[in-house]
């Protein structure tokens, strides 16, 4: 396909069909830096204002049908709180989307979770990834994300060999309790909160650990979770390649895990992303992507950062889409370097957002999301009713 082709809004259409993202329930909320963190009178605190924002997003975009949900902050009473949330779920026509255990916020766990020296602790760690993955079947959410903030500060306190051990064994056993439709993502993440070493640090070792726990866990790309001058794309392509690519965590980064909004900084990274997923689509790879989104900002209202992430990443998903893979192999075939890079690059300037606003006309979703956004009032109304109660207590700084 040609960006210049008549079909262009045929293909742009159905690959605009084809693609839906998940929001995080603590994009919602406030949170803040190790610093300090300025509230929002508008932010969520409580599980139904977190699903009426998610609601109000699918309202505007159309492709935010799921809410990603955090154990501790989201289901503090575990299974018990899964019939309230059930409710939530048909008033505000949104599911809960991928259950996420919370391993980093216990005192306990100090000194790691599933990996502390401590089998106690270990334990008790295990006991609530499973509590989750129940809370999961319960729900009927497919995906467990697992982030394991695990690691070390300083060279030689910790046997890293022995915690890899320790880690293998426990993602069996949590393997061993998922339902035949469950998927275990294992999150990775060189540095933060640990700042020697962390005990899932990349893509590799996260492969290896979903290898060993077993055939239904994958790999989850977080963006934010890479050295600087890493190419995440080709870590897509090689955990595409290997079938272990589960899904996403998308957000942006100058620095470190800094959680911006998407595209804010690099959206070619974004585009380069999606290219390789949409070529192992055209290549008949059988894959299954979650994509969801991890922003934890901070400074912009709530509401509007959710709307421009996903709004952004319905663009460059569409940019991707409009690449021309046919013409773009025959160049990479003949190293026909300048022709191959325009062609990649024409896609990525390529303006897709008459495309974007005519899908959403014919599917009778507001032309422009944020403009719609602003245009409802919902940001005041929830300020109105929620500043009074909005205090300093965070879910996550
Ligand atoms: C850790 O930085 C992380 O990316 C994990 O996915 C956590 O669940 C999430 O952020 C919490 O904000
Ligand atoms: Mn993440």
Redesign the pocket.
């Known amino acids: 396909m040609k960006i210049s082709d008549s079909n262009v809004e045929e293909v742009a259409f159905k690959a605009l069909d084809s693609f839906k993202i998940e929001i995080?329930s603590?994009g919602f909320a406030n949170?803040g830096t190790r610093f300090g963190k300025f509230v929002q009178a508008a932010a969520a605190s409580t599980i139904e204002e977190k699903f009426a924002d998610a609601a109000e997003v699918n309202r505007l975009t159309g492709i935010t049908p799921t809410l990603a949900l955090?154990v501790l902050w989201d289901l503090p009473d575990g299974l018990e709180d899964v019939s309230a949330v059930k409710q939530l779920e048909r008033r505000f026509g949104i599911r809960s989307g991928s259950i996420?255990p919370?391993l980093?916020q216990d005192q306990e766990y100090k000194f790691g979770s599933l990996c502390n020296p401590s089998r106690v602790v270990r334990e008790r760690a295990l006991g609530h990834v499973l509590d989750s993955i129940e809370i999961g079947k319960a729900q009927g959410s497919r995906d467990i994300?697992l982030?394991v903030?695990d690691g070390s500060n300083y060279p030689g306190t910790q046997a890293m060999r022995k915690r890899i051990v320790w880690l293998e064994e426990a993602l069996r056993v949590a393997h061993s309790r998922l339902a035949p439709d469950q998927r275990l993502l294992v999150?990775y993440?060189p540095f933060?909160p640990a700042f020697y070493h962390t005990d899932i640090a990349d893509w590799g070792m996260a492969s290896h650990f979903a290898r060993e726990a077993g055939p239904q866990a994958r790999v989850?790309v977080?963006t934010?979770?890479h050295y600087n001058a890493q190419n995440i794309e080709q870590i897509v392509a090689w955990l595409l390649h290997t079938r272990m690519l589960g899904g996403f965590?998308f957000?942006d980064r100058r620095y470190a895990?800094d959680?911006l909004t998407l595209g804010s900084i690099d959206p070619y990274q974004i585009f380069r992303i999606f290219h390789e997923i949409h070529a192992a689509v055209d290549d008949g790879l059988d894959i299954e992507i979650a994509y969801m989104i991890?922003q934890?900002h901070n400074l912009k209202g709530k509401m509007e950062a959710m709307v421009q992430t996903v709004v952004t990443a319905q663009e460059l998903y569409l940019k991707a889409a409009l690449v021309d893979r046919e013409k773009l192999a025959e160049l990479q075939q003949s190293c026909n370097l300048v022709e191959a890079e325009e062609l990649y690059r024409g896609a990525f300037w390529f303006d897709v957002r008459p495309l974007t606003c005519a899908w959403r006309e014919a599917h009778g979703l507001p032309a422009d999301p944020l403009g719609a956004l602003r245009a409802s009032g919902y940001v005041e109304r929830a300020a109105q009713e929620r500043g009074a109660r909005s205090s300093a207590v965070s879910s996550?700084a």
Do not use: I, M, R, V
């Open positions: 995080p603590w949170t955090h996420n919370n980093f994300s982030w903030a999150e993440k933060e989850l977080d934010g979770h965590h957000n895990d959680d991890d934890s996550y």
